[in-house]
């Protein structure tokens, strides 16, 4: 590669060698050092109780956790697994630059890491220990299987054990996220947009390749038969509190908006300008056809979704995933690449000031509950316990799913139970039959309350508040009631 290669040989990889070092020194800092935050603990409570499936997500991310508690309830067993995928994620990055550069993959890797690594989508959702720093990883493996089938079947009409191992590989990355099912259709646009694969519609293996990552759903459906479709109810009506049949266009902005801020503006010039216009190498070219589809189908998806709903920026993930391997050889100017380094950066130093320190926005006087509400649960979880001695309770329980497993977690026990009225997983888990006539310690906080709780018991008392402070300033507090005489929960 000559032309093509040149501006990726004139980044400024001595930057991006030292940017890769600081972000990864960061992502190590965050997981050390952050406390679980609330979905994460709420997926680790799913490790220790595994079941076909669950009612928000598949369950092949549930099933690692379970796995990684062998090593005990801490943080290097609920977050290895994200430092296990980014080593892979890289790799597979290395595997794209030694086919894009072959002379010096180096030149094309070190700056493509260092943007990954630098945009906030990216960081973000790879030290938590959410589902998709797995999604990341295998969504990329199976595109590269695609890529290489491609390449074969270009040359011979061969190649296609590529073509099952990156269906099976799709197919784990369905049973990880149900969003890796807009790689899928992206990959099936690109075997139509993409003119010397055409001939493969023609075949039976690629119809049996798709078979492959359908059955490999067989555990989510199983559960799904056995529940009554429950997750495909939450999913298209119970999370969004019902039909979606109103029309909420300002959503479109909210989820564009975000999108560029988590993206970063600086990458979409290049971005555009791989919309543009190819590289002239044959990979490039190839993977470029492969990313722009996916980024079509997943973007055009959810744009449609949230004219309906409100859609997050983090759920279009696999849109720009296959982008960030290749972006640098179309990022053109000099200062981009570093207002991009820049920007990574200074987000990241904003993570770990929210997510170790304290939120940001509670020292000047804001409330950021999602991120306030990860401080403090050891200091919760050891009063509970002395508590627990105080009082003659049956149980355990918070005022919301991701507190529950918060409290659970630095308890270290899965039986906490959670009462809330948001259909959630712990409503598979707790029996109430087994309880009725219980008292029960109850966690709250000023936000959530207790009012869906009180009709629950016959009285509930306000024990104590527990206040985490820092800088002077209450950032959390959690509040225990005693609950006694159990009734039940409602049939949902």
Known sequence: MTDAGGPVVRRPVRLAQAAVAVLLVIKLWMTVMAPPVGDEAYYWMWGQKPGWSYLDHPPLHAWLLGLMSVFGWNMFSLRALTWATLAGTLWIFWLWAKRLRPDDPGAWWWPGAAIYLATPLFFTMTWLAF????????????????????????????????LYGAAALLGLAVLTKYNAVLLGIGVALFFIAHRPLRSAWRSPHLYLAALLAVAMQAPVIWWNLAEGFASVNFHLSERWGGPLSRLRPLNVLNFTALALIFVSPFLFPAIWGMVRRPLGQPFADRARILALSVLGVSSLALLALSLFAEVYFYWNIVAFLLLMPLVAGWMQRRWLMLAQLAYGLIFALLSVVNFTIAPVTNLFGGNDWTVASTYGWPQVASRVSELKREHDVGFVAAARYTTAAQLGFALHDPDVAAIADRHDQ?????????????SALIVSDPQIGVRQIEPYFDSLERLEDIAFERFGKVIYRARIYLGTGFRGLPQR
């Open 426 to 438: 712990y409503d598979y888990w707790f029996d109430p039959e087994a309880h009725l006539g219980q």
């Open 131 to 162: 589902h998709d720093h797995l999604l990341i990883f295998l969504c990329l493996a199976s595109a590269t299987g695609f890529l290489l089938f491609a390449e074969k079947w270009e040359a011979d009409s061969k190649g296609l054990p590529w």
